[in-house]
């Protein structure tokens, strides 16, 4: 059977998309009931966005992110001091054959989602949307 021909980067397939979903809601669990030892990661509430996972499923990034993004540096430092802990709890949570080595980093998506609803409430941009038909001029720039 002749391989499908790589056209680049096609994106996660849908193992790796369903993996990290188990994983991310896994590690949400982990976080909420408070099951690991460190005081730093016990004190702040931390939201677990997305898990993304390698094609072979041995490693994965987990982008998390403390309430408010306060104290995000002390509680990243945190949680990868905490990896061999955290592995060994998702391990008893979710049935793999290898709990994936894990890389905690911050969320950037909500801090790239309100620049781009402060760049849409711009005047230029108010004022194209009102009259798509006229251009914005070069001197509006």
Known sequence: ???????GFDGPSQR???????????LAEIMLRGELHD??????SITVSE?????????????VLPLGGFNSDAVLDALNRSKG???????????MKFSPDLNF??????????????????????AYVEAPD?????DDA
């Open 134 to 138: 006229r251009a914005p001029d070069e």
């Open 85 to 95: 802990e955290i592995r060994h709890l998702l391990g008893k949570k979710v049935p």
């Open 1 to 7: 059977m002749a391989k499908k021909p790589t056209r």
């Open 105 to 126: 980093q911050r969320d950037n998506s909500y801090d790239r989602m309100d620049e781009a609803r402060r760049l849409l409430n711009t005047d230029r941009v108010r």
């Open 39 to 44: 005081d730093e990661i016990s004190r702040a």
């Open 51 to 63: 898990v993304r996972v390698t094609p072979d499923l041995r490693s994965a990034v987990v982008f």
């Open 16 to 26: 790796q998309l369903k993996v990290g979903e188990t994983l991310r809601r896994a």
